[in-house]
């Protein structure tokens, strides 16, 4: 219950209307909980917009001041690597444009401003580009000239390349660190079928594409109503799995905030979104969950389209499971399963891959492709891949008993909606808060608090 106390209170300090009440518990923490908190942040990716929410807002020299020189040096970590990342951007970005191949780059240095204030608040793992499907052989040879080789594939059409490694990875790696690992991805598309889902996305984005500039550089990235589609895409395919980077939807979040009054990009925004209704569905689940977690108003046109008509199965699902499922740790958990089948039209196909998800033949894909020539590291290599595929076989062995009980949870949820009675749902964001705020002997109203505590409870079973 103590890793949940704090991660509420790093939500409530990111939200809308920020409260920092929640963060007075960390100075009753042990030295354990605040190392799992700190890895919770490296992993869901918000370290560095939680360092800088404090900073801006002078909430800094209140954290306890081993917590607070945690943070600082995540921050200057990142500093360093982003201009690293900067430089490896420039060479793929300069060896495409000088092959004259069509290409968009998405993610990543590109979402600021409108999603990011600063570059630097972003931990960038890879490189992700657009291109036409006809021209993936050249954007291969392109990478390839940039020293990437393929890696892998996905069932939806792209393409992973990677460096080698030189290093066997752990995970008690730092992640903010400068290595010589780089990685990236070619995409055909800015929805690549996941887990038999398929959506009807705008296939025109590149002839739509825009040039920008970062510093002295200039490339291509998508217009903004495409960014903004993206990245709601792109958070619901990992929705579709078993975890997704809380991040990315707390950057969303920024956008809808600072863009909150532009009219005409939100319709621009449902214009491009075409007329599929599974389309409209994952972005409204996708919206209905980053508020839930944020706050904040919805912009009116977005509202109408894409929450109003939203299916109450998901609704409900976003009310009883988000929150939790969005705070797990790096695992994830399988409860998504409990509304996947909505964005699914073949019923064969969906009875086969609920097999497959539940009791998984292949896995991931190993740790990656250890490089070193020596024999000792690659001995070491084959044991981590061997130590992490069992790790995988753990969860999923885990999550099959955890997930029966959920499962319970949920139908009893969907049949008490059904018949009109009250069902006891997690609790508010409010609620939210008054529990974190009274976890660490801050003052919130009694009874709002006792009735949070219960319902945080019953979620949690």
């Known amino acids: 219950m103590r890793r949940v106390t704090l991660k509420l209170a790093v939500i409530s300090a990111l939200r809308s209307e920020p409260n920092f009440a929640g963060l007075r518990a960390l100075f009753a923490c042990s030295s354990k909980d605040s190392a799992d908190l700190l890895t919770w942040l490296d992993h869901s990716g918000l370290a560095l917009y939680f360092f800088a929410r404090l900073r801006d807002r002078g909430e800094l020299g209140p954290l306890p001041p081993d917590f607070r020189d945690a943070l600082k040096r995540r921050f200057h970590s990142n500093c360093k690597r982003m201009e690293a990342m900067v430089d490896e951007f420039s060479k793929v970005n300069a060896e495409l444009r000088s092959r004259a191949i069509p290409h968009a780059f998405l993610k990543g240095f590109t979402l600021s401003p409108e999603f990011c204030p600063d570059p630097a608040l972003r931990h960038q793992s890879d490189l992700d580009i657009l291109v036409h499907a006809d021209s993936l052989t050249e954007a291969t040879q ?51 079928t996941t887990g038999h889902v398929s959506l009807v996305a705008p296939k025109d984005c590149l002839e739509r594409t825009r040039r920008r500039k970062l510093r002295d550089i200039e490339y291509f990235s998508l217009v903004t109503e495409d960014m903004f589609l993206m990245q709601g895409l792109h958070a619901f395919s990992h929705l579709l799995g078993s975890w997704v980077r809380v991040s990315w939807l707390w950057e969303i979040h920024y956008f809808l905030q600072t863009n909150a009054g532009d009219a005409g990009l939100w319709h621009g925004i449902i214009g491009r979104a075409g007329h599929d209704p599974k389309l409209r569905k994952s972005i409204g689940l996708v919206l209905c969950l980053t508020t839930e977690l944020f706050g904040g108003p919805i912009p009116e046109a977005l509202d109408d389209w894409c929450l109003d008509a939203l299916p109450e199965r998901l609704e409900t699902w976003v009310r009883h499971f988000g929150t939790q499922w969005a705070l797990s740790e790096l695992a994830g958990s399988k409860v998504t399963l409990f509304i996947h089948k909505e964005f699914v039209d073949d019923s064969s196909k969906w009875r086969g891959y609920l097999v497959r998800r539940l009791i998984p033949v292949l896995g991931k894909p190993s740790i990656g492709r250890i490089g070193a020539s020596d024999v000792k590291t690659r001995l070491v290599g084959r044991a981590a891949q061997l130590k992490f595929s069992g790790q995988r076989l753990a969860f999923h062995a885990r999550e099959l008993f955890v997930l029966a009980g959920k499962a319970f949870r949920w139908r009893h949820v969907l049949k008490s909606r059904q018949k009109g009675r009250a069902v006891l749902p997690c609790p508010s964001n409010t609620e939210l808060e008054n529990h974190a705020i009274s976890a660490c002997g801050g003052s919130a109203d009694k009874k709002t608090f006792l009735v949070g505590e219960e319902r945080l409870h019953a979620n949690l079973e």
Request: proline share 6%.
């Open 142 to 192: 392109a990478l390839s000239a940039c020293r990437y080789s393929l890696s892998g594939a996905e069932a939806g059409g792209g393409l992973r390349f990677a460096t080698p490694l030189q290093y066997v990875p752990s995970a008690r790696d730092d992640i903010y660190r400068v290595t010589p690992h780089r990685e990236a991805e070619l995409h055909t598309s800015v929805w690549e």
